[in-house]
């Protein structure tokens, strides 16, 4: 699979922020069939930086229920937390 297939786009949220201070860490929505070595593949070459590790999240698909009647579905989604090594550093807004 290609890295620009694997990560699909950064999230940027208050949580992802206080890790990527704290930690060194930078969370992305991923493919839900990419795994950890492609991940990590797909950073190092996107960024070129190095990758230290990847931990995963996974989260399933839900019905969309009301009154106990299911009327739709929820999309389930894959999340990537990459650990930068020491000095390595991604800005998604620079100059801003």
């Known amino acids: 699979m290609e890295f620009t297939q694997v ?6 949220t ?3 922020t206080f890790v990527k201070e704290g930690a060194n860490q930078v969370a992305f929505l991923v493919h839900p069939r990419a795994n950890k070595l492609e991940i990590k ?6 960024f070129n ?10 989260k399933a698909p ?3 229920e009301r009154q106990g009647r ?6 389930g989604w894959k999340k990537a937390y990459v650990t930068l090594a020491e000095g390595a ?3 998604f807004f620079e100059g801003v």
Do not use: D
């Not at 990560?7 to 940027?12: A, G, V």
């Not at 593949?41 to 996107?46: D, L, S």
């Not at 299911?70 to 999309?75: A, L, Q, Y």
């Open 62 to 64: 839900a019905n969309r």
């Open 49 to 58: 930086v190095e990758v230290k590790a990847v931990n995963v999240v996974r």
């Open 7 to 12: 990560l699909l786009k950064p999230l940027i």
């Open 70 to 75: 299911v009327i739709g579905r929820k999309p």
């Open 14 to 16: 208050e949580k992802t």
């Open 89 to 91: 550093k991604i800005e």
């Open 41 to 46: 593949q797909a950073v190092e070459k996107a």
